[in-house]
């Protein structure tokens, strides 16, 4: 009843831009968090930004300075800008988001992972 769908991965150049998607779906009462990861072939994901309600956004070591989140609340959407782009950041990037919902008769908690886009970093 919740969805999530990442887009806006691609293939750039080394130093280029990308700006990733994260639109929530369902009847949604309030995202309170959402966390963007990175996975590559073989390995485990690691977070690489987090946004949580009331807290300033935290990021990898190896992104900051280059990565920023933000959202459309409106919009039940959040966003990934990933400029100066290293082919190290190539991976699977997933968002992942955690809120409250209404079923049709209740609010439930929700925390829900989208299906991921491609980002291929080419040096």
Known sequence: ?????????????????????????????RISRMTWYRQIPGKEGDLVADMTNGESPKYADSIKGRFTVS????????????????PEDTGVYYCNAEGIFHDGAYYRPFNERGQGTHVFVSS
């Open 1 to 29: 009843q919740v969805q999530l769908q990442e887009s806006g991965g691609g293939l750039v150049h080394s130093g280029g831009s990308l700006n990733l998607s994260c639109v929530v779906s369902g009847n949604i009462a």
């Open 71 to 86: 959202n459309d609340k409106a919009k039940n959407t959040g966003f990934l800008q990933m400029n100066s782009l290293k």
